[in-house]
């Protein structure tokens, strides 16, 4: 039983930015948004988390709606290497929780 | 700074089998996850190691799966009597023991074939 919803594909061009949604609307208040990434022929990559507040790091920022039920993962600038599988987990903070990975959104970075 | 590295990358065997991988953390973490990928979905959680104690097991992981964490440092996982329907990614995973927040490390993979 999946918790998130993400659409199953989308395209971005080199050099713009690459928003991706997830709608999580059984959210729970000790549950926190990750997101990880695959690319092909690779082990899952994580990317960043956040709880309430939007969150910003090297890689991307998440931004999380004010309820909570939906979050976007943005890639500010997209390159080819971008081109991956990308997962919204939502995952209780508490230790011992395993990550439930759902079927992800497959980015495709085009030039 | 090594990550997790899995052996070997790719295996093929032939149906009924045994096969075992081996999986090697990062080094000061403590905990260490199997996962299995088929194509095109999302990977499914096997079972979880806290040191050497195995702390959870799914379902999915059938009396032919055994895994190991004789020292609280490698692992391996062991398929007795393989299956086709055992065809998969394998991925190991670590993590330090937090209260909160942990973030996982792959490796990436032992893609296994089952003819």
């Known amino acids: 039983d999946a918790k998130t919803t993400q659409p199953p594909s989308m395209d971005c061009a080199e050099g713009r930015a690459a928003n991706l949604p997830c709608n999580h609307s059984?959210?729970?208040?000790?549950?926190?948004v990750y997101w990880y990434r695959q690319i092909h022929s690779q082990g899952p990559q994580y990317i960043i988390h956040?709880?309430?507040n939007n969150e910003t790091n090297e890689m991307a920022s998440l931004i999380i709606t004010e309820d909570r039920k939906s979050s976007t993962l943005i890639l500010p600038h997209a390159t080819l290497r971008d081109t991956a599988v990308y997962y919204c987990?939502?995952?209780?903070?508490?230790?011992?929780?395993?990550?439930?990975f759902g079927g992800g959104t497959r980015l495709m970075v085009k030039p | 700074d090594t990550g997790v590295s899995q052996d070997p990358r790719h295996k093929i065997t032939k149906r009924g089998q045994n096969v075992t991988f081996r999986c090697d953390p990062i080094?000061?973490?403590?905990?260490l996850y199997w996962y299995r990928q088929t194509l095109g979905q999302g990977p499914e959680f096997l079972t979880y190691?806290?040191?050497?104690?195995?702390?959870?097991k799914s379902r999915l992981l059938s009396d032919r799966f055994s895994a190991e964490r004789p020292k609280g440092s490698f692992s391996t996982l062991e398929i007795q009597r393989t299956e086709q329907g055992d065809s998969a990614m394998y991925l190991c995973?670590?993590?330090?023991?937090?209260?909160?927040?942990?973030?996982?490390?792959f490796g990436s993979g032992t893609q296994l074939s089952v003819l």
């Open positions: 995973a670590s993590s330090l023991d937090r209260l909160e927040n942990e973030k996982l490390f």
């Open positions: 059984t959210i729970s208040g000790n549950e926190y």
């Open positions: 956040g709880l309430k």
């Open positions: 987990i939502v995952r209780d903070g508490r230790a011992g929780n395993m990550l439930t």
């Open positions: 080094s000061e973490h403590n905990r």
């Open positions: 190691f806290q040191n050497e104690a195995q702390l959870e």
